[in-house]
T-cell receptor
Framework: GESVGLHLPTLSVQEGDNSIINCAYSNSASDYFIWYKQESGKGPQFIIDIRSNMDKRQGQRVTVLLNKTVKHLSLQIAATQPGDSAVYFCAEFNQAGTALIFGKGTTLSVSS | EPEVTQTPSHQVTQMGQEVILRCVPISNHLYFYWYRQILGQKVEFLVSFYNNEISEKSEIFDDQFSVERPDGSNFTLKIRSTKLEDSAMYFC??????????????FGPGTRLTVL
């Protein structure tokens, strides 16, 4: 079936470190993935997306890597800052492209 | 910057009562969605809406739920007879101008529904 998931529920890093958040997905037909950040009491906020015809996409301080062979997605945050503390979700579209399917989320805690 | 807005931010209701959650999507978007998030859990899809009709709904979206776009700006979610397990954050989202259904979805801040 369609599902996404994350390897670790929590990740704690020091300010300035690089963070890597992982996600595994099961639908090999998925062709669009999104990483969302959710701060406490707020809605999910788009960070970066990647389509299946790409292996890597870079944004400002963030990089998403897609490995279609093992159906694995990762989000790398460079020079992590306290403001990056949040829950991070990977999401994929269902086969019809009409709904986002979210993974369980990784809580990133950044200490100064 | 355009954003999705939702009202109220918090709704408390008695079990069995009807609630209407309101959303104003981004003005030029064509696709509208409702998601919910039970405390501490992942975000779950409820329903998508396009061209004045439901395009997809999940198993959660049973006969107690309905959506409506009553005018050119609002998008509502109605729960006809609330149950305790309906307590959750409800997020509205919108996306897309044109034919691209696979597009970034912009989420509102959510309505926290508490059913007593």
């Amino acid at each position: 079936g369609e599902s996404v998931g994350l390897h670790l529920p929590t990740l704690s890093v020091q300010e300035g470190d690089n963070s890597i958040i992982n996600c595994a997905y099961s639908n090999s037909a998925s062709d669009y993935f999104i990483w969302y950040k959710q701060e406490s009491g707020k809605g999910p906020q788009f960070i970066i997306d990647i389509r299946s015809n790409m292996d890597k996409r870079q944004g400002q301080r963030v990089t998403v890597l897609l490995n279609k062979t093992v159906k694995h997605l990762s989000l790398q945050i460079a020079a992590t800052q306290p403001g990056d503390s949040a829950v991070y979700f990977c999401a994929e579209f269902n086969q019809a492209g009409t709904a986002l399917i979210f993974g369980k989320g990784t809580t990133l805690s950044v200490s100064s | 910057e355009p954003e999705v807005t939702q009202t109220p931010s918090h709704q408390v209701t008695q079990m069995g009562q009807e609630v209407i959650l309101r959303c104003v999507p981004i003005s030029n978007h064509l696709y509208f969605y409702w998601y919910r998030q039970i405390l501490g859990q992942k975000v779950e899809f409820l329903v998508s809406f396009y061209n004045n009709e439901i395009s997809e709904k999940s198993e959660i979206f049973d006969d107690q739920f309905s959506v409506e776009r009553p005018d050119g700006s609002n998008f509502t979610l109605k729960i006809r007879s609330t149950k305790l397990e309906d307590s959750a954050m409800y997020f509205c989202a919108s996306s897309g101008g044109g034919d691209r259904v696979l597009d970034e979805q912009f989420f509102g801040p959510g309505t926290r529904l508490t059913v007593l």
